[in-house]
C-alpha cells in the first residue's frame, strides 16, 4: 500500500491516494486555491463574529459577545422609538373619554387603527380576521349584542371579560342545564324547542309549540322576556332575530336547553393596558354593529313647598 501512494498517474501527474475499488482507483487531486481562501476566510469570519455577537449556547443564555448586541436589546430599542413616535397619540386617547373620541377625527382614526392592530394580535383567533366569529363566538359586524354594543359597554366588556374567574366585575350570567339537572323532562324540552323556533319564525305554532309556550313562560320569561328579546342586563340573547351563537336549528337547541352554555372570554385588563383596550373598544365599535350610548334617565322631579300648588 505504501508503495501505491508513491504511484503517479501518467494523465494529470497527480499523485494516487493508495484507494482501489473494481479496477478504479481514487487521485489525490488537491482543492482549489480560490476554495481553500474562502474555507481559511469563513473560520477567521466565525472567530470574529463569536469574539464580537452573542454565538455559543450555555445552560441558560449564550455568551454575550464584546460588542453587547442582541436581537432581543435591538427590539426593545425599536420599542422604545415607536413608544416615542406614537405617544402624543396615545397620550390624546389615553385623556380622552371613549365617548367623546369620535368627534376628533384625527384621534378616531388613530384609536381604530390601533385597535385593529390589537384586533389582529388577540382576537382573530376566537372571532376570525374579519371579526364574523364562528359558532361559540360572535359576530361583531352585525348589530345583536348580548351585553350591549355602545362604546362604554364593549370597553367594559373588554376589561373584565365574560364569567372569567377571578375578576369580581365579569360579565356573569348562568341558563340552568334543564335537562342535565332534571328541570324539565326529554319532551317538554322538544316542546320548548318547538315554541323558541316560532319565536324566530322557523315553524308555525302548534300543539308542541303551544305547550313549549307555557314551559317558557316558567322557566325562561324571567331572563329572555315574556316576547322571548331577550335581557342584555342577564346577558340573555334574543330568541326573535335569526342570529344563533351556538345554532338554531332542533338539534342545537336541544343541547342548549339540556346542557347549557357557559363561553367565556379572558379579562384582558390583565393583558391589555386602559389605551389598547380602549382603541380595541373603538375599533369593535366601528366595525357595523356599534350602537350609540343609552339616553341617561330622565331626572326625577321632587314636589317641595315651592312648587307644591296651593289647594
Given at each position: 500500500?505504501?508503495?501505491?501512494?508513491?504511484?503517479?498517474?501518467?494523465?494529470?501527474?497527480?499523485?494516487?491516494?493508495?484507494?482501489?475499488w473494481?479496477?478504479?482507483?481514487e487521485?489525490?487531486?488537491?482543492?482549489?486555491?480560490?476554495?481553500?481562501?474562502?474555507?481559511?476566510?469563513?473560520?477567521?469570519?466565525?472567530?470574529?463574529?463569536?469574539?464580537?455577537?452573542?454565538?455559543?449556547?450555555?445552560?441558560?443564555?449564550?455568551?454575550?459577545?464584546?460588542?453587547?448586541?442582541?436581537?432581543?436589546?435591538?427590539?426593545?430599542?425599536?420599542?422604545?422609538?415607536?413608544?416615542?413616535?406614537?405617544?402624543?397619540?396615545?397620550?390624546?386617547?389615553?385623556?380622552?373619554?371613549?365617548?367623546?373620541?369620535?368627534?376628533?377625527?384625527?384621534?378616531?382614526?388613530?384609536?381604530?387603527?390601533?385597535?385593529?392592530?390589537?384586533?389582529?394580535?388577540?382576537?382573530?383567533?376566537?372571532?376570525?380576521?374579519?371579526?364574523?366569529?364562528?359558532?361559540?363566538?360572535?359576530?361583531?359586524?352585525?348589530?345583536?349584542?348580548?351585553?350591549?354594543?355602545?362604546?362604554?359597554?364593549?370597553?367594559?366588556?373588554?376589561?373584565?371579560?365574560?364569567?372569567?374567574?377571578?375578576?369580581?366585575?365579569?360579565?356573569?350570567?348562568?341558563?340552568?342545564?334543564?335537562?342535565k339537572?332534571?328541570?324539565?323532562?326529554?319532551?317538554?324540552?322538544?316542546?320548548?324547542?318547538?315554541?323558541?323556533?316560532?319565536?324566530?319564525?322557523?315553524e308555525?305554532?302548534?300543539?308542541?309549540?303551544?305547550?313549549?309556550?307555557?314551559?317558557?313562560a316558567?322557566?325562561?320569561?324571567?331572563c329572555?322576556?315574556?316576547?322571548?328579546?331577550g335581557?342584555?342586563?342577564?346577558?340573555?340573547?334574543?330568541?326573535?332575530?335569526?342570529?344563533?351563537?351556538?345554532?338554531?336549528?332542533?338539534?342545537?337547541?336541544?343541547?342548549?336547553?339540556?346542557?347549557?352554555?357557559?363561553?367565556?372570554?379572558?379579562?384582558?385588563?390583565?393583558?391589555?393596558?386602559?389605551?389598547t383596550?380602549?382603541?380595541?373598544?373603538?375599533?369593535?365599535?366601528?366595525?357595523?354593529?356599534?350602537?350609540k350610548?343609552?339616553?341617561?334617565?330622565?331626572?326625577?322631579?321632587?314636589?317641595?313647598?315651592?312648587?307644591?300648588?296651593?289647594?
Open positions: 500500500m505504501a508503495d501505491d501512494r508513491k504511484r503517479v498517474d501518467a494523465a494529470t501527474g497527480t499523485d494516487f491516494v493508495g484507494h482501489e473494481d479496477g478504479i482507483e487521485l489525490d487531486t488537491p482543492m482549489p486555491r480560490w476554495w481553500l481562501y474562502i474555507l481559511y476566510g469563513t473560520i477567521v469570519f466565525a472567530i470574529i463574529y463569536v469574539v464580537l455577537y452573542p454565538a455559543i449556547p450555555l445552560a441558560d443564555r449564550a455568551t454575550k459577545g464584546v460588542l453587547g448586541w442582541s436581537s432581543l436589546g435591538e427590539l426593545a430599542d425599536d420599542q422604545r422609538a415607536d413608544l416615542k413616535r406614537k405617544g402624543p397619540v396615545l397620550a390624546a386617547i389615553a385623556a380622552t373619554p371613549i365617548d367623546q373620541i369620535a368627534s376628533k377625527p384625527a384621534l378616531l382614526h388613530a384609536a381604530e387603527e390601533g385597535g385593529r392592530a390589537a384586533f389582529k394580535v388577540n382576537c382573530v383567533q376566537c372571532h376570525g380576521a374579519g371579526a364574523a366569529g364562528s359558532k361559540g363566538y360572535p359576530n361583531l359586524n352585525d348589530d345583536d349584542w348580548i351585553w350591549g354594543g355602545d362604546l362604554a359597554a364593549i370597553e367594559q366588556t373588554l376589561i373584565h371579560g365574560i364569567r372569567h374567574p377571578g375578576d369580581d366585575a365579569t360579565r356573569m350570567s348562568q341558563m340552568p342545564a334543564f335537562g339537572d332534571g328541570i324539565l323532562t326529554t319532551p317538554q324540552i322538544d316542546d320548548v324547542v318547538s315554541y323558541v323556533r316560532t319565536l324566530s319564525r322557523q308555525p305554532m302548534n300543539d308542541a309549540a303551544g305547550r313549549g309556550q307555557a314551559l317558557f316558567v322557566n325562561c320569561a324571567a329572555h322576556g315574556d316576547n322571548g328579546k335581557g342584555r342586563e342577564f346577558g340573555a340573547p334574543n330568541l326573535t332575530d335569526g342570529i344563533w351563537l351556538y345554532g338554531g336549528d332542533r338539534e342545537a337547541l336541544t343541547t342548549t336547553i339540556v346542557n347549557a352554555r357557559y363561553g367565556i372570554m379572558p379579562a384582558w385588563n390583565t393583558r391589555l393596558d386602559p389605551v383596550i380602549k382603541m380595541l373598544a373603538t375599533y369593535v365599535h366601528s366595525l357595523g354593529g356599534g350602537e350610548a343609552p339616553a341617561p334617565p330622565a331626572p326625577v322631579l321632587q314636589q317641595t313647598a315651592a312648587n307644591v300648588p296651593p289647594q
